[in-house]
Structure formats: structure tokens, C-alpha cells
């Protein structure tokens, strides 16, 4: 059993418009994820740096962030990040560039985890239309076409309010979409912004919203996470690899 996450934590400014790092860490170790993606962990300009310090990160937590960060100060890239708990292995890493009209960005990492190998992306999309769609389309291209297949969990904020939206029916040859529940805005939501998206090998046992009394303050959006167990492909069947 896995437990995943993703996190937009608004460059750790909560909705009183104060820069708290240390409440962004505390609703991170509420969480108590095995996988947690981050957005807007970086700020957008100048060095990028993160708004989380990653030696604090490592010593005050169980997690390492995955090496994505081209800039000393950055934790991720394009704002995307993952946490990862100590005891898993990262065996790969790999930066993706989105189509879009302002700077967007995904991020994959190929993961060990008690010896079974998994891959987890990391998004953060546009808020237009259009854009998304292009995204998404871009996003399965890279992932699938030069890429050993291996079961893929996808996680973000796809900035998509409707389930029955065509972009997030482009994901669903490959995969399926769980919307763990309304995640924006954190003190009464009503968007569910942010979802879990898996690959035919995972089942999603359970999912949901982090509705902590620190969440509804430290970020716009709540966290949302699922657990999933890995098993054999279900009723989809992953498209051949492209060499």
C-alpha cells in the first residue's frame, strides 16, 4: 500500500498573507504521504529560490526532495516538486517542458519502493483551456513514446473543474482519474482543482482532502491524497513502447 499526495502550497503564503514555511512543512507531515508532489514550491522570478529550505527538509523530516532543481535555491522545477520518504530509492529523474503561452513544466521520477519500481509525475497545467489540452497531450507523448514502460501514478493541480472535461479525457486510454474530493479554496472549497491520476496496475483504495485546521490557512488549495495498492493490469491495457 502507497500513500500519495499532491500539494499546491502557494509559495507557502497562507490565506492571512504571511510567508510561513514552517506551517507548509507541519501540513506536509500531517499528510504523512510516501509520495508528495509540491506546486508552486518555488518562487517564479529571479533565482527561483524555493520557499521551503531543503536542509530543513532533510533534517526535520522523513524526505528527500527528487534532484530536479537546475538553480542552488530552487527545490523543483517550473514550481513542481517531489517529496519522497527516505527509505524510497529514486532511480531516474527527468524535467518536461509544456506547451504554453507563460512558463509551465512537469516533472517524472522513476521510483523504488520494497523493490518494485514505479514512475510519478508531477504537474502543475494552465488555467486555459486550450493550453491543458495541449499539455496533456504533450505529457503523454513524453512519457510513452521513449520511455521503458512501468506503472505511472500522475498527480497535480490540472487547474480543471469539470470531471467530464475533454482534457481530462485525454488521459483515459492510459489511465484512470480519481477525484479525491473539492480542494480550492482551502477555507470552503468548491473546485476539486487537484487530482490522482493511475495507470491500470494501481487500485485506489481510498482517497480524499487534508482539511486540517493548519490546511484551511497555509495555502489556497487543500492537499489531496490516495492510497493505492499495486497489482496486475486491469482492464487497460498499456500501448506498446515506442523504440
Known sequence: MLKIGSYNIQKAIGLDARRRPDRTLKVIQELNCDVLALQEA????????????????????????????????????????????????????????????????????????????????????????????KQITSLMHQLHEHLEYLPTVLIGDLNEWRDTARSLKLFEERYEV?????????????????????????????????????????SDHLPVWAHLSLGTAGHLAPAPDAH
Do not use: C
Open 42 to 133: 518555488d518562487k517564479r522570478f529571479g533565482p527561483r529560490e524555493s520557499t521551503l529550505d531543503r536542509d530543513t527538509i532533510l533534517s526535520e523530516t522523513d524526505y528527500r526532495p527528487v534532484p530536479f532543481a537546475k538553480r542552488e535555491k530552487s527545490l523543483g522545477w517550473h514550481g513542481n516538486a517531489i517529496l519522497v520518504r527516505n527509505s524510497i530509492g529514486i532511480l531516474d529523474f527527468r524535467r518536461l517542458d509544456l506547451p504554453t503561452l507563460e512558463p509551465r513544466g512537469a516533472v517524472a521520477a522513476d521510483l523504488e519502493i520494497d523493490g518494485i519500481k514505479i514512475r510519478v509525475a508531477a504537474m502543475h497545467l494552465s488555467l486555459v483551456s486550450h493550453f491543458r489540452k
Open 178 to 218: 480519481t477525484t479525491p474530493g473539492k480542494s480550492f479554496p482551502s477555507p470552503l472549497p468548491v473546485g476539486s482543482l487537484d487530482r490522482i491520476i493511475t495507470s491500470p496496475e494501481f487500485t485506489v483504495s481510498q482517497a480524499g482532502v487534508h482539511t486540517s485546521k493548519t490546511a484551511r490557512i497555509a
